[in-house]
């Protein structure tokens, strides 16, 4: 499977994955409520993802290739084989 596939999977996933709403409905922000997962990105391109729990949107890049992600994505984003933890 090309890298193109791989991506085309990993946002199909995202979107059918969807379990929870996009944003905490109780005004507290991601930050506030969980201690974020810092993934590193394994590839040159650039990606964007939602996260399959939060919805929320990660742009990732060749550099800088980490960021900090919600825990509760952090899961799924690692098994599809484009992120490691940091």
Do not use: W
């Amino acid at each position: 499977m090309c890298c193109g596939s791989k991506r085309a999977a990993l946002r199909n996933a995202a979107r059918t994955q969807v379990a929870a709403p996009a944003a905490p409905t109780n005004g507290v922000s991601v930050t506030q409520s969980f201690a974020a997962v810092t993934l590193h990105y394994t590839k040159a391109s650039e990606i964007r993802v939602r996260g399959p729990v939060t919805g929320r949107l990660y742009d990732f890049a060749g550099t800088p290739p980490a960021q900090a992600v919600d825990p509760r994505d952090a899961g799924a984003l690692t098994r599809s084989g484009l992120f490691r933890r940091a």
